[in-house]
């Protein structure tokens, strides 16, 4: 008979009496880590930072079908109505990706226009 099948039909010779006094020192050391952190953590001895930080604006990705170099790219990202914050180009030049910051709704799509043409 497999080992698999012996535990199904639970046959087995496990002594869990004598795997408790084991397992009862794991769990005292785990309650004591555990308890020891509670107590760091209300202390401000170490501050748990569970935020996510979003920078927040829009994010374009364009593909440069008319092949325009990077000096043209970027000459034209100073022109937005939105400050860009961040601007890469991916595959050689093949897409241009940038970040602006947050704007009305105008803004954004006099950006969408002026990309599209």
């Known amino acids: 008979m497999s080992n698999l099948t012996k535990l199904f039909l639970g046959n087995t010779n496990i002594d869990f009496y004598k795997l408790s006094k084991t397992f009862l020192k794991v769990f ?13 953590v209300i202390t401000n001895v170490v501050s ?9 604006g829009t994010l374009y990705e364009v593909d440069n079908i008319s092949n325009k170099k990077s000096n043209e790219i970027e000459s034209f990202i100073e022109t937005l109505d939105l400050n860009v914050t961040r601007y ?14 947050e ?3 105008e803004e954004e799509n006099s950006v969408l226009n002026e ?3």
């Open 48 to 56: 748990l930072n569970l935020s996510i930080d979003f920078t927040g």
């Open 115 to 117: 990309i599209s043409t």
């Open 88 to 101: 890469e180009s991916i595959n050689d030049g093949e897409i241009y990706r940038f970040r602006t910051n």
């Open 28 to 40: 005292f050391v785990e309650l004591i880590v555990f308890i020891t952190v509670i107590i760091l």
């Open 103 to 105: 704007g009305s709704m």
